[in-house]
């Protein structure tokens, strides 16, 4: 029953992400249709955004079936990262887009273009629902997944670009204001770099086997040694194996007369009180065979 319960949301979440990927990769079909029988390169060009969504939400899909494969002897820390590793490719690709729209909108500050009538608007407002349909179904699961959030970011960045094409190109047939599409062009991709930014920081910090944000490890340090029957301890290490799970290795030099086992079980016990770190490696020395100028943190 109780794993029925843990697997449920998984479940869930992979409904809503397919449906997501569904909902995208039909709009690019109806959009490379209705752009061939009309003969609008406009619609042409928004189905291919719109596969760029449909590409990252098969990523982090992906991502996500594979981060539940158990640890084998090739991945003996299991395959938890591969959604960190998914994205790692999302923001990536943000970021190339980013610097792109950058591009065009300097180049269009200087040679501004026409807009090809009211059928790019139109286009783009219906863009727009699928993109806010999209962010609707996985929006509840980016706040806990780097992964689902590289690919809901993505679908906010298209849903940006379908606002700035509605508002430019409007503003444009009726008023002829034709620097209004640069300068929206070149916010909207300041917007994307920003959250790219944002986002893909702690990716790299995962990646780089750094500590957990939210960890002081001098705290964790102190904690150690403050256990009765540690003398000091060092070579501590602290890094995340997947997004939500932070695991620990670190030397302890026991006092002398110490229970070791009883010593351990405390360690244990203060870490994932305190820290909820459930993995740790405690390699536990006697003054006598402790590391002779070791570092409290690293090694």
Known sequence: MGEHHHHHPRIEGDRRVAAAVGVNLLLTLVQIVAGVISGSLAMIADAIHNLSDALSLVIAFAARRIARRPADEVMTFGYGRAEVVAALVNYTTLIVIALYLVSEGIQRLFNPVEVQGWIVVVVAGVALVVDLVTALL????????????????????????????????????????????????????????????????????????????????????????????????????????????????????????????????????????????????LELETSADACDGAAAIGH
């Open 138 to 281: 996985i929006y509840s699961m980016s706040k806990d997944s780097v992964n689902i959030r590289a690919a809901f970011v993505h679908n906010v960045a298209d849903a940006l670009g379908s606002v700035a094409v509605i508002v430019a190109g409007t503003l444009i047939l009726l008023y002829d204001w034709r620097l209004v599409d640069p300068i929206v062009t070149l916010g909207i991709a300041g917007y994307i770099l920003w959250h790219s930014w944002q986002g893909v920081r702690p990716v790299v910090r995962i990646l780089m086997l750094g500590s957990p944000e939210d960890m002081s490890l001098r705290a964790v340090l102190a904690a150690i040694e403050d256990v009765e029957g540690v003398a000091s301890a060092h070579h501590l290490h602290v890094w995340r194996m997947q997004e939500h799970e932070a695991a620990l290795e670190a030397h302890v030099v026991l006092s002398p007369g110490a229970d070791a086992a009883a010593v351990k079980q405390a360690l244990r016990d203060v870490l994932e009180a305190d820290f909820g770190i459930r993995h740790a490696v």
